[in-house]
């Protein structure tokens, strides 16, 4: 009967699903421990605890499997920065979201966390598969950049929003790519909470009333 049809397909679906996650599960275990490279479906399969057919059931190839892991890997790091939840969001002010989103940008861990993992697994592998590092940017464009953007565009008149955006990330990624990736937080100490500070209030310029930088100055006399 079709109403023993529907419980039926619904657990068939839960157990696809189940091993797909478990499959993405142990391609992050086997990625970040050994490369993109150096790791093979078979490895895969095995420490997913499934068949290499199973494997090849839910993703074409190691390419596609990768990119679906960079997509989740983007996503948890993106709900953590901008929260997934309404007690984790940001607040609504969007210069306090700026801080904010900062302040969680530069959070020290105990631990490494997995998306710096994946970040040094993408630039230690971009050169021999480009391709993976466009994968990566891609997914940040997609989601990250936008939503930094709409901050952005949410401030007092100011000038060109996605271009302070992206001043604004980058300011953030260096500081983690020299104290965190490259493990100079003893060779060149920076106050974090500081350092966002300082940031957010560098990027603001030009909001609240100020002038573009392609605005001629009111005060110029003619030579």
């Given at each position: 009967m ?17 091993k797909?996650q ?16 150096a ?42 920065l ?12 969007p ?61 007092p008149?100011g ?14 990624v ?18 974090r909470?500081?350092?966002a ?10 909001s ?16």
């Amino acid at each position: 009967m079709p109403s023993a049809a529907v419980p039926a397909t619904t657990s068939r679906g839960l157990r696809a699903e189940r091993k797909r996650q478990a499959i993405l599960d142990g391609a992050r275990q086997e990625f970040l421990s050994h490369g993109y490279a150096a790791t093979s479906m078979d490895r895969i399969a095995r420490a997913a605890h499934v068949s290499k057919a199973t494997v090849y059931s839910h993703f074409a190839d190691k390419k596609a499997l990768f990119r679906a892991l960079t997509e989740q890997m983007v996503g948890e790091r993106l709900s953590e920065l901008f929260g997934s939840s309404p007690g984790q969001s940001l607040p609504p002010d969007p210069a306090a979201a700026l801080t904010e989103l900062a302040a969680r940008c530069l959070a020290r861990r105990p631990a490494q966390p997995p998306f710096l993992s994946l970040l040094r697994l993408v630039i230690g592998e971009s050169e021999r598969f480009p391709e993976l590092a466009r994968t990566f940017v891609a997914q940040l464009e997609r989601t990250g950049v936008a939503q930094v953007v709409h901050l952005f565009e949410a401030l007092p008149a100011g000038p060109e929003a996605e271009l302070r955006a992206r001043v604004f990330m980058g300011a953030l990624v260096h500081l983690i790519l020299m104290q965190d990736l490259l493990h100079g937080r003893e060779v060149a100490p920076v106050d974090r909470q500081a350092y966002a500070a300082v940031l957010v209030k560098l990027v603001q310029a030009g909001s609240d009333g100020g002038q573009s930088t392609n605005s001629p100055p009111e005060n110029r006399h003619p030579l």
